[in-house]
C-alpha cells in the first residue's frame, strides 16, 4: 500500500468517529446509553491508525538506506494557503521521528481508550468522553505527522483544546473548570511564543529564500536555508520555539497548569497529561535539532531549566499525598529529564525516554486508575455503612467511624487512606511495581537505559569543554536518587503495609475488570522491555540512535564532540546509575517500607522549612497570582474600567446623542404639508434652470 | 398662414405657469389635480408643436406616452381623494399632512 492511503488510514479514523459519537451522542440521547458500541468505536479508531503505522514502519527503511533523497516520504494532499511569499501545504512526513511519535501515539492511544471503556462504564458523558479522546488523538496525530510548522501549530492547539474540554470534563464542578481555564491559558503563552517564532522566522526567511517559503521541515532545516539565519535570529527562534515547549511540556515557568490538570478522569491523565500530549515539546525541539545546534546559549537554557524543573518537581513529588498529584510532579520531573538531554544536544536520547516514559507513566497512571476506582467502591460502601467520618452514629455491624490518618473528608485519591493494596488487587500491584522499578531506573527495565542514556550524554557534553553540562550531570544524578525515593514511597503507600481505610476489616477493595487490567499488564511488559530499544555503547548497538540520528540516515541531528568516554568511564557510569537506582528504593524502603505513614511526619519535622516550601509547591501559584495576577486584574479594575466607561463608552454614546440633536433639527423641515414640499419642487426647479442658463 | 412657433411655446408657458401656480395656491386638491394636467398639456403641447416644426414625430410619440400615464395617475389620484375624503369628509390638503416629521 503506498504512504499517502496509509497516512490516511492514521488520521481520518480518530476524526470521523469522533465527529460521528459526538454528533449522534449530541442529537440522539438514546444513542448515549450504549455504552459499549461507542467505547469499541472509539478504540478501533485508534487502534487501525495504530495498525496503519506499523504497517508503514515495517514498509519503511528500503528507501533511504539505499540512499535516495533524504529520509522519509512527504504525502501532499493540497496546497492550503499561498500568498505572495507565502504557501503552505497540507502535508504529512513520514519518517523516523514521526513514525516512533505515531506508533507511541496510536499504541498506547488505544491500550488507554481499551481501558476507558472499563473505567468510564455508567458516566453520564462516556459518549463526550470518547468523542474528545479520538478528536485528542487525531490533533497528536497531526501535530507529529505535520510536514510543515503550520500543519504542526494546528495539531499543537488541537491538543491544546482536548486538553482543556477532558480536564473540565466534570464540569460541573468548578474546581475543574478552574483547572480547565489554568491549562488552557498557561498553554495559550506558550502557544503565543510559538507564533512569535513563527513570524521571526519567515521575516527572516520569506524575503530571503528564492521560491514561497512554507515552513516546512525541508526547506526550512537544509543548510542552505539555515545559514541564512543570523546568530541572533537563530538564538531568538530557538528560545521562542523553547518557550513554547515549556508550555506543552510543563516546564519552568510553565508547568504550573500540569498538576492541576489531575482534576480530569484519570485515562485522560495518563494518555495526554503523562504519555503524550506534554511530550509534544520535546516532538518540536527534535524536530528542530539542527536549528536548535546553531544557538548553543539556546541549548544551555533548555538544559538548565530542564534540570531545576527536574529536581525542584522531584522534590515536590516527596511531599505530595494525592497518589495522581505525585505522578503528576513525576511527569514534570520527568520531562526534565527529557529537557536536560535535549539541551546536551542528545535528542534522540529525549525522544528515547519519551517512549520509555510513555510506557511507564501510562501504566503508573492507569495504575493508579485501577486504584482509585477501587478506593471509590470503598468509599461508597463506607457511605453505605455510614461510617464515614463525620457520621458519629454506630453503624449496622456494630462498627464505629473511624478517625481518618489526616483532618478532613475521605478522599480515595489520597494515598494515606490506603495501604496493603496488593492483597486486594494483585495484578495493579505488580504491574504498578513494574513501572515504579522502571521510572526509578532498576536494571535491566526501560527506565534504567534512558536515564542511563540522558545523564550519560550530560557527562560526555560536559566533557566537551562544556562545563556547565557537568552541573546538570549532578542535577540529573540527585533527580534520579529522589525519582527512586518517591515513586517507591508512592508504591509502598499504596500497595504495602496495612490497610489505613475506616472499617478495612469488612470493607474491601477489588480488583478492577479485564478491559483495565489487560492494558495494564501490556504497558508493564513494554516498560519492562522497553529499554532494549536504546543500549549503551558497551553493551551493544543503539537501535533508536540508528534509526533517529542524522548521521544514520535519520532527522535528527547531533551535535559534533570529539572527545569520547572510555569503555571503563561508561560502565561506571552505569553502575553508578544502577547503584543510584538501588539506592533511592532501599532510602525509601527503609523509611516507608518499615514505618509507613509515620515517617512522613518524621521528615516533616527534620526538613523544616524544605519540606514546608517543597508541600506548597515552592509557592509557584502564589508568585505567579502576587506577580502576575493581581496586578493585572487590579491594573484592569482601576485603570482599564475607568477607561472603558468613561473614554470608550463615551465616544459610543457621544456620537449617538450628536445623531439625535442633528435629526431633531432636520425634522423641523418635513411638514408634511403638500404645498410645502411642491413649492420646494418649483425652487429647485427654478434654480437648476437658472444654473443651467447662467453658469 | 402658418401659425409661427413661437406662439405655441408662449401659449405652452402661459399654460405651465397656471398649472403651477394653481398647484401652490389652491386648497383644493381636485383643483390641485386638475392643475397638474393643466401642467402636463402645456408640456403635450409645446412636444406638438416642436414635433410639427421640425417634421419629427417622436414628439407626438411621447405625448401619447403622457397622455397613458396622466390617465393612469388620474385614476389613482382620484381615487386617493376619494378616500381620503371618505375618512376625513374634506379635500382641503392644508388639513391633512399626515407625513409630519
Known amino acids: ?695 | 398662414m402658418p401659425v409661427d412657433l413661437n406662439w405655441y411655446l408662449s401659449l405652452s408657458a402661459v399654460l405651465f405657469t397656471l398649472g403651477v401656480l394653481g398647484v401652490l395656491l389652491r386648497r383644493n386638491a381636485i383643483v390641485v389635480f386638475l392643475s397638474i394636467e393643466l401642467m402636463l398639456n402645456a408640456v403635450n403641447l409645446s412636444l406638438v408643436a416642436f414635433s410639427q416644426a421640425f417634421g419629427d414625430v417622436d414628439g407626438q410619440v411621447l405625448v401619447f406616452f403622457v397622455m397613458a400615464v396622466a390617465a393612469a395617475e388620474a385614476a389613482v389620484g382620484l381615487a386617493i381623494v376619494i378616500a381620503l375624503f371618505r375618512n376625513r369628509e374634506t379635500v382641503n390638503i392644508d388639513d391633512i399632512s399626515l407625513l409630519r416629521g
Request: contains cysteine.
Open chain 1, 1 to 695: 500500500m503506498d504512504a499517502s492511503l496509509l497516512v490516511g488510514l492514521i488520521l481520518l479514523p480518530p476524526i470521523a468517529v469522533s465527529a460521528f459519537n459526538g454528533l449522534v451522542g449530541l442529537f440522539v440521547p438514546a444513542w448515549r446509553g450504549r455504552e459499549l458500541l461507542i467505547g469499541t468505536l472509539g478504540t478501533l479508531a485508534v487502534a487501525v491508525p495504530f495498525a496503519a503505522a506499523v504497517a508503514l514502519f515495517v514498509g519503511f527503511d528500503a528507501g533511504y538506506l539505499a540512499g535516495h533523497g533524504p529520509p522519509g516520504e512527504v504525502v501532499r494532499y493540497f496546497t492550503w494557503m499561498a500568498t505572495g511569499d507565502l504557501s503552505i501545504d497540507f502535508a504529512y512526513r513520514v519518517d523516523q521521528l514521526s513514525l516512533i511519535m505515531t506508533l507511541i501515539v496510536t499504541g498506547v492511544g488505544a491500550l488507554i481508550h481499551l481501558y476507558s471503556i472499563g473505567y468510564m462504564k455508567g458516566d453520564s458523558g462516556f459518549w463526550r468522553f470518547f468523542a474528545y479522546m479520538n478528536l485528542f488523538i487525531f490533533a497528536m496525530l497531526n501535530l507529529v505527522l505535520a510536514e510543515n510548522l503550520i500543519v504542526l501549530f494546528l495539531g499543537w492547539e488541537g491538543v491544546g483544546l482536548c486538553s482543556y474540554l477532558l480536564i473540565g470534563f466534570w464540569y460541573t464542578d468548578r474546581k475543574n473548570a478552574v483547572a480547565a481555564n489554568k491549562a488552557f491559558i498557561v498553554n495559550r503563552i506558550g502557544d503565543f511564543a510559538f507564533l512569535i517564532g513563527l513570524f521571526v522566522l519567515f521575516h527572516a526567511l520569506g524575503p530571503a529564500l528564492d521560491g514561497p517559503f512554507g515552513f516546512d521541515y525541508a526547506t526550512l532545516l537544509a543548510p542552505e536555508t539555515l545559514s541564512l539565519l543570523g546568530g541572533g535570529t537563530a538564538l531568538a527562534v530557538a528560545l521562542l520555539f523553547f518557550l513554547a515547549a515549556t508550555g506543552k511540556s510543563a516546564q519552568i515557568p510553565l508547568f504550573i497548569w500540569l498538576p492541576d490538570a489531575m482534576a480530569g478522569p484519570t485515562p485522560v491523565s495518563a494518555l495526554i497529561h503523562a504519555a503524550t500530549m506534554v511530550t509534544s515539546g520535546l516532538y518540536l525541539l527534535a524536530r528542530l535539532s539542527p536549528l536548535m545546534l546553531m544557538a548553543p546559549e539556546a541549548m544551555a537554557v533548555v538544559a538548565v531549566v530542564g534540570a531545576a524543573t527536574a529536581l525542584m518537581a522531584a522534590t515536590i513529588a516527596i511531599t505530595q499525598n494525592d497518589i495522581k498529584r505525585i505522578l503528576a510532579y513525576s511527569t514534570v520531573s520527568q520531562l526534565g529529564f527529557m529537557f536536560m538531554s535535549a539541551g546536551v544536544g542528545a535528542f534522540f536520547v529525549a525522544i528515547f525516554h519519551v517512549m520509555t516514559h510513555a510506557f511507564f507513566k501510562a501504566c503508573l497512571f492507569l495504575g493508579s486508575g485501577s486504584v482509585i476506582h477501587a478506593m471509590h467502591h470503598v468509599e461508597h460502601d463506607l457511605e453505605h455503612r455510614g461510617l464515614l467520618p463525620g457520621h458519629e452514629s454506630e453503624g449496622p455491624h456494630g462498627l464505629r467511624a473511624e478517625r481518618l490518618p489526616y483532618d478532613g473528608p475521605f478522599d480515595a485519591q489520597d494515598v494515606r487512606t490506603m495501604g496493603g493494596l496488593r492483597r486486594f488487587m494483585p495484578l495493579t500491584a505488580i504491574t504498578f511495581l513494574v513501572a515504579t522499578l522502571a521510572i526509578a531506573g532498576l536494571p535491566p527495565l526501560a527506565g534504567f537505559f534512558s536515564k542511563d542514556e540522558i545523564l550519560y550524554s550530560a557527562f560526555l557534553y560536559g566533557l566537551n569543554d562544556h562545563s556547565w553540562a557537568y552541573f546538570v550531570w549532578i542535577v540529573g544524578l540527585i533527580t534520579a536518587v529522589l525519582t527512586a525515593v518517591y515513586m517507591g514511597r508512592c508504591y509502598l503507600l499504596t500497595f504495602e503495609g496495612s490497610p489505613r481505610w475506616p472499617a478495612n476489616m469488612d470493607v474491601r477493595p477489588h480488583e478492577s475488570p479485564r478491559t483495565m487490567t489487560i492494558p495494564l499488564v501490556v504497558l508493564a511488559v513494554l516498560s519492562a522491555l522497553g529499554g532494549f530499544l536504546g543500549l549503551p555503547h558497551v553493551l551493544g548497538q543503539s537501535w533508536i540512535h540508528h534509526w533517529l540520528g542524522a548521521e544514520y540516515g535519520g532527522p535528527v541531528a547531533e551535535p559534533e564532540l570529539e572527545l569520547a568516554v572510555s569503555p571503563a568511564t561508561e560502565w561506571g557510569l552505569l553502575a553508578l546509575g544502577a547503584g543510584i537506582a538501588f539506592g533511592g528504593l532501599a532510602l525509601a524502603w527503609w523509611w516507608w517500607g518499615r514505618r509507613g505513614l509515620e515517617f512522613d511526619a518524621r521528615l516533616r519535622q527534620r526538613s523544616g522549612a524544605l519540606y514546608r516550601w517543597a508541600s506548597r509547591k515552592w509557592y509557584w501559584d502564589e508568585a505567579y497570582d502576587a506577580a502576575i495576577v493581581q496586578p493585572l486584574v487590579g491594573g484592569a479594575r482601576q485603570g482599564l474600567a475607568p477607561f472603558d466607561e468613561r473614554v470608550v463608552d463615551g465616544a459610543v454614546n457621544g456620537t449617538a446623542a450628536v445623531i439625535q440633536r442633528a435629526a431633531g433639527v432636520m425634522r423641523l423641515a418635513q411638514t408634511g404639508v403638500v404645498h410645502a414640499y411642491a413649492l420646494a419642487i418649483v425652487f429647485g426647479v427654478v434654480l437648476v434652470v437658472a444654473l443651467m442658463l447662467f453658469i
